[in-house]
């Protein structure tokens, strides 16, 4: 089936050290990738996206990364801090058959930040 | 910066009442969401507006969801009767494309559902 999935559920980084969060999908068809943030309690918060005619994209402090030859995204944090702690959810923008898109979120990493 | 509001916050109701989650999207945004996230599972899509027309609800349990965009701006989701199982957060998403724009949605904060 479906699926946009992650390879470690929890992700424990120091306070400073950079963190990389990783995430496989399946449709190699997708052509646009986003990462949320999603803080307890709160909505899933926009960080990055990328298109699959980019494979790096970067923002204030995170990078995407996208290998669309192995179907593989991830987000890199760097200098990662207390307000980085939260579950990052990578989401698939899946072109269905009637030219629409459904986003498809996977089941998540959490990030917890030592002090 | 403009948000997707939702109402209420938090909702606790007993099985087989009913029960109703108000999302106003951002202003100019065409297509809005109801998505349903289980404590640690990502968001699942229940169902997709473009403007006041339903463009995907192949995953709500139309047997007891029910949700209406009637003038293209806010909706309202709807379950009667609610069971056990639709414990979860209901969130409410909107884009400023149609459903055939490729481009990032936009979440509100979320109603919380318990039911006893």
């Known amino acids: 089936g479906e699926s946009v999935g992650l390879h470690l559920p929890t992700l424990s980084v120091q306070e400073g050290d950079n963190s990389i969060i990783n995430c496989a999908y399946s449709n190699s068809a997708s052509d646009y990738f986003i990462w949320y943030k999603q803080e307890s309690g709160k909505g899933p918060q926009f960080i990055i996206d990328?298109?699959?005619?980019?494979d790096k994209r970067q923002g204030q402090r995170v990078t995407v990364l996208l290998n669309k030859t192995v179907k593989h995204l991830s987000l890199q944090i760097a200098a990662t801090q207390p307000g980085d702690s939260a579950v990052y959810f990578c989401a698939e923008n899946k072109a269905l058959p009637d030219s629409s898109y459904k986003l498809i979120f996977g089941s998540g990493t959490r990030l917890l930040v030592r002090p | 910066e403009a948000e997707v509001a939702q109402s209420p916050r938090y909702k606790i109701t007993e099985k087989s009442q009913a029960v109703a989650f108000w999302c106003d999207p951002i202003?100019?945004?065409?297509?809005l969401y109801w998505y349903r996230q289980i404590l640690g599972q990502g968001p699942e899509l229940l169902v997709q507006?473009?403007?006041?027309?339903?463009?995907?609800d192949s995953q709500l349990p139309k047997d007891r969801f029910s949700a209406e965009r009637l003038k293209g701006v806010d909706s309202t989701l709807k379950i009667q009767p609610a069971e056990l199982g639709d414990s979860a957060m209901y969130l409410c998403?909107?884009?400023?494309?149609?459903?055939?724009?490729?481009?990032?949605?936009?979440f509100g904060s979320g109603t919380q559902l318990s039911v006893l």
């Open positions: 990328i298109r699959s005619n980019m």
């Open positions: 202003s100019g945004h065409a297509t």
């Open positions: 998403a909107s884009s400023f494309g149609t459903s055939a724009t490729n481009e990032k949605l936009f």
């Open positions: 507006f473009q403007d006041e027309s339903v463009v995907d």
